[in-house]
């Protein structure tokens, strides 16, 4: 395996991974907003920028990279704390807090760089939303595309395709709210009714504590992709998992 080398920690890691993950490996932190395990690497907030050194380049020549999209290769040096690494990531975090002056997570990160308020005019229509891409990603990860990337420059947004409300092929499972790192995409629930990009679910309860915890059009989608039995839905996650102990406890009764 590849052996990285990160502010001084040497780092074996496998080959295919990314310069992210050894640094990760190397107990190191580093921000990375769009940055999320379960999808591939994006590379939109560009808050994980590093410098790398190569044993074949001039000792004094040096590369800023994003290192969420860098691969791993033998030999590698990482410096994540440098003077430019840092001007670097103050220059972003300098126009999110423009755009998003009074979201909570842009501007304790902001603060850790030693940003109060933007140097910029800021946004006259504050937004939570960064634009990191992650619902939208996970959207399309699952299979339903219902939300995009609209307009361009200063109007750019995340909304269902050609901004129409509601979009036809959400299915309410909440994928893009819960990996959404600022909390700006919202929704409600009351009852059996749930409500997210201006569309209202009829939700399944569970059998054993009546809660309500899917809706009907993600378990319709769900059984017609062949993915899981209609069944499987008959109770929710709580609730399997107490069943789960109560046959394991049964078992345990019977030796």
Same mark, same amino acid.
């Given at each position: 395996m590849p052996v990285v080398t990160v502010d001084g920690v040497k780092v074996e890691i496998e080959e295919g991974k990314y310069v992210l993950d050894a640094i990760k490996k190397a107990g190191i932190s580093v921000p990375a907003l769009c940055h999320h395990p379960a999808l591939p690497p994006f590379g939109a907030c560009r808050l994980c920028i590093v410098d790398i050194w190569k044993p074949s380049w001039d000792p004094d020549w040096f590369r800023l990279v994003a290192s969420c999209l860098y691969p791993v290769e033998e030999g590698l040096v990482v410096f994540t704390n440098t003077k430019r690494v840092i001007e670097a990531r103050k220059v972003v975090l300098d126009l999110l807090l423009a755009r998003c002056p009074n979201t909570p997570l842009v /501007? +304790? &990160? $902001? *603060? %850790?760089? =030693? &940003? %109060?308020k933007t140097t910029y005019d800021e946004s006259p229509e504050p937004t939570d939303c960064?634009? @990191?891409g992650l619902c939208v990603r996970i959207c399309d990860y699952l299979g339903m595309s219902a939300i995009s990337t609209v307009f361009a420059g200063f109007r750019k947004q995340i909304s269902p395709p050609l901004d129409k409300e509601p979009p036809e092929a959400c299915i309410g499972c909440l994928? @893009? $709210?819960h990996i959404c790192p600022t909390e700006y995409i919202k929704f409600e629930e009351s009852g +059996? *009714?749930? /409500?997210?990009? =201006?569309k209202e679910f009829e939700m399944m309860k569970c059998k054993r504590c009546g809660k309500a915890f899917v809706t009907v059009e993600q378990v319709e989608w769900e059984v017609k992709k062949g993915k899981v039995p209609r069944d499987f839905f008959e109770l929710c996650d709580a609730c399997k998992r107490e069943e789960m102990k109560d046959k394991v406890l049964s078992l345990q009764v019977r030796v």
């Open positions: /501007k +304790d &990160l $902001a *603060k %850790e760089y =030693g &940003l %109060e960064i634009m @990191c994928s @893009c $709210a +059996d *009714k749930r /409500k997210i990009w =201006g």
